[in-house]
Antibody, heavy 120, light 107 residues
C-alpha cells in the first residue's frame, strides 16, 4: 500500500525558504503511471494546488506562487521535495504531498500533512 | 484559470436523508473532476474521480455525475460519519483548482 510522509521544519521565519520532503513508501516515484504533487491548506480555509512533478523531472506550477515554488525529485531516495522562497505569514498552512492520477482527475493517496507556521 | 463554485456552502441534513452537492465550473472541464471528503484534523480523502468513478474502498452510497460545467455529488442515505466538508477539483486545465467546499452538517 502506497504511503506518503511529509517532513520538515514546522516553523520558518518570514523572507526565508520553506523546505519540505515527501518520502514515498510501498511504491516507486520513478514511474510513468502517476504524477506527484504538493497541495496546501491554510488554517480554516480551502485547498490550494502548488505544483506537480513527473518522474522525468517535468514540473507544472500554480502561477499564483510567482516562481517562488520548485519541486525537485530524488529518485534514489524515493522522495520529492517542495521549496518555497520568500515566505510570508500568508504561507502558513498544512502542506500535503500527494500522488496524482496521470490521465484523469484525482489525488490519492494523501500524506497526513505537516503544519508550517511562518513567524519571526 | 477555471473557477469552481460549490453550492450550497452549508447543507444541514439528518442521517438517512439524501444529500446533493453541486459544483459548477467557469468553463468546460469535460469529466476531469474529482470529489473529496475532509474531516477535522484529517487529510482529504478521494471519493470520486473523473466525475463518476468511485475510488477504491468508497461506499456505494456515494455517486458522482455530470460533465462539462455542472457536476453533482450524491450521498444516497447519510450516515453519521458522512458529515464533513466536501471539495471538488478539476484538472482539465492548468492550474489545477479546487472549489471552496460544502460543509455537510447534522441537522
Amino acid at each position: 500500500q502506497l504511503q506518503l510522509q511529509e517532513s520538515g521544519p514546522g516553523l520558518v521565519k518570514p523572507s526565508e525558504t520553506l523546505s519540505l520532503t515527501c518520502s514515498v513508501s510501498g511504491g516507486s516515484i520513478n514511474t510513468r503511471s502517476y504524477f506527484w504533487a504538493w497541495i496546501r491548506q491554510p488554517p480554516g480555509k480551502g485547498l490550494e494546488w502548488i505544483g506537480t512533478l513527473y518522474y522525468s523531472g517535468s514540473t507544472y506550477y500554480n502561477p499564483s506562487f510567482k516562481s517562488r515554488a520548485t519541486i525537485p525529485i530524488d529518485t534514489s531516495k524515493n522522495q520529492f521535495s517542495l521549496r518555497l522562497t520568500s515566505v510570508t505569514a500568508a504561507d502558513t498552512a498544512v502542506y500535503y504531498c500527494v500522488r496524482q492520477y496521470l490521465g484523469g482527475a484525482g489525488f490519492d493517496p494523501w500524506g497526513r500533512g505537516t503544519l508550517v507556521i511562518v513567524s519571526s | 484559470e477555471v473557477v469552481l463554485t460549490q453550492s450550497p456552502a452549508i447543507l444541514s441534513l439528518s442521517p438517512g436523508e439524501r444529500a446533493t452537492l453541486s459544483c459548477r465550473a467557469s468553463q468546460s472541464v469535460n469529466t476531469y473532476l474529482a470529489w473529496y471528503q475532509q474531516k477535522p484534523g484529517q487529510a482529504p480523502r478521494l471519493l470520486i474521480y473523473d466525475a463518476s468513478d468511485r475510488a477504491t474502498g468508497i461506499p456505494a452510497r456515494f455517486s458522482g455525475s455530470g460533465s462539462g460545467t455542472d457536476f453533482t455529488l450524491t450521498i444516497r442515505s447519510l450516515e453519521v460519519e458522512d458529515f464533513a466538508v466536501y471539495y471538488c477539483q478539476q484538472r482539465s486545465n492548468w492550474p489545477i483548482t479546487f472549489g471552496q467546499g460544502t460543509r455537510l452538517e447534522i441537522k
